[in-house]
């Protein structure tokens, strides 16, 4: 039974990474497009 | 849409594959419990393969076309090969330590191949971001992504061509792979964790890939922000 806990935490710490992973992504992939979503900036104050 | 639909299937794949491979398959006869860590392992051990196959193409890409897609493609390749590489390695030592009683030995000719392997794209990401210059980074990333690549196939024959700590291949050949030295249900399992990880991997190219895309532009876009200003500028005296 050790063995098989010994096995499945090195399956945990795997899975682990590759979903903080995973979230990280998708987070700044979001911040990315509500960033490029906004106007540049000096666009608002373009000379009149 | 679709993507969002090949996150959700990898989940439930990874997911489904993991309890399989954990409680469903019998644990083997001679290396017990620990023998499960092998279908995680080869299946990262290919996507690493992969990851940096594609790596390696689209560096090539970029080299003859100088198209942000192909430098997007590459840099993708790169950071999830890391990945894949580092759960390789980690998998491996979680493994060797029950089976040959170490976690790692330097004279292991894969051990050692696969070590140099992720500190080399490792060192590929670490020396993009030398630069802001988005076409000096690409280009310097792709001619270590092509030399990189090179120690894709040494580590694969390592244990063909040298003697070490590390097994044989399992499937060498077309006929090992049709007839393989290893129970249909083993066989099985790591198609069916292959196929989960293929899925997230695929996932995690696309995504990183558009957040390239998307950090290209946001530089662009910074990099003509500061260019308006100056060109507008009154002159001096004026």
New interface residues.
Partial sequence: MS??V???S??G???G??AV??VT??R??AR??S??ADP???SASA?E | MATRVL?ISALAA?TAA?AV??FVVPADLNQ???Q??MY?HVA?AWLAYLSFGVTAAASAWWLITRGQRADAVALAGAEVGV?CT??TI??GM??GR?VWGTFWQWEDPRLTTTAILLASYVGYLLIRRLTDDPVRRATRGAVIGIVAAINIPIVHFSVVWWRGLHQGPTFVSPDTILNPPAPGQFVATLLLMLGAFSL?WL??VI??Y??AR??W??ED??R??RL??LA?APEAGS
């Fill in positions: 063995d098989l010994f096995v499945a090195a399956y710490v795997i899975l990474v590759v992973y995973a992504l998708s700044r992939l990315a497009r960033a490029m540049p900036p000096g000379p | 996150g990874i993991t491979a954990l017990g419990e620990a499960r860590i995680l990262a990945l580092a759960a980690w998998a979680m493994w029950p997230a996932w995690l995504t990183r558009r957040l998307l950090e532009a946001a876009r910074a003509r922000g308006v200003p507008t």
